[in-house]
């Protein structure tokens, strides 16, 4: 007589007769002469702690034919079967590859069989031996969350491969795989707007021959966004026209406060020269 292999595993973990006849669905008769050849002696009855991982294994499990085994234990939060044991999480998949091999898996423990939730030893392998299917429908592979439909959907519509992969969470090279596939070009980022159309449409004309900035205000000073951050409307003005950085504050030097008309703009070294000319003509007159 042949000892089952998931028989001799209660037998030892300390299960009594009709417990795991009943768990296995086998006859208790054959668990009684399965003992009887392994020559070890009858259980007490009442529930018994667990003395092993294995033992606990075999606890939170439950046979539904065909070979199968249906883990009933808890699952963490991704789904796998674990067995708290002694403070610490353990894998039931490398359990039950152990309680098979012998020895824990050297890379990941998975299901190779197709029975939804099996957790049977002989169905565990390890996959630095037998590769695991990352697309199986019960594998442990993760499935991805967009289908390809969504994806075609959002490129026919004409999104770029980045708004795709930041809206749905895909893989970059996969948008752009389907991209090649469907034959369908590149979408061009559009062109950052010149500073000639951001003053143009930031500005308007004013009485006097001044000009009334109406864009953006921040702090009670009109700004412009140039390279893709914000400045003074004023000082960006003022570099323009004179080809150099503006040295200190750059104010409206017509007399209307309002005005950013650029050659009505000066900065302090334009206002000093100012002072400077003047002060030397009232002084001749003075003299």
């Excluded at 009855?45 to 034919?65: H, I």
């Amino acid at each position: 007589m042949t000892v089952r292999l998931d028989v001799e595993e209660l037998l030892r973990a300390g299960y009594g007769d009709r417990t795991i006849a009943r768990q296995l669905g086998v006859n208790i008769g054959s668990v009684t002469r399965a003992r009887t050849l392994l020559r070890l002696p009858k259980v007490r009855g009442g529930l018994k702690p667990a003395g092993s991982l294995e033992d606990f294994y075999w606890r939170r499990t439950r046979p539904v034919g065909g070979g199968h085994i249906e883990w009933t234990g808890p699952r963490n939060t991704k789904g796998v079967p674990i067995i708290h044991w002694q403070r610490t999480s353990h894998s039931a998949l490398r359990i039950a590859y152990k309680i098979r091999a012998g020895h824990e898996p050297i890379g990941y423990a998975h299901v190779t069989c197709t029975h939804p939730g099996c957790i049977a030893p002989n169905c565990v392998a390890d996959s630095a031996v037998t590769p695991r299917k990352g697309h199986h429908r019960l594998g442990p592979g993760v499935k991805p969350l967009t289908s390809r439909e969504e994806i075609v959907r959002l490129l026919t519509a004409g999104h770029s491969d980045r708004y795709i992969c930041l809206r749905r969470g895909v893989n970059s090279a996969r948008v752009a795989r389907i991209r090649a596939e469907l034959g369908l070009p590149a979408t061009q980022m559009p062109q950052p707007l010149s500073f000639e159309t951001r003053w143009t449409a930031s500005t308007e004309p004013a009485d006097g021959g001044h000009t009334r900035w109406v864009g953006t205000v921040r702090g009670g000073r009109p700004v412009i966004r140039v390279d893709g951050r914000r400045i003074s409307a004023r000082r960006a003005a003022f570099e323009r026209l004179h080809g150099r950085l503006a040295v200190g504050s750059v104010q409206p030097g017509c007399g209307w406060e309002p005005c950013v008309r650029p050659d009505h703009l000066e900065d302090r070294p334009m206002r000093d020269q100012l002072n400077t000319q003047l002060t030397a003509i009232f002084g001749e007159i003075a003299a």
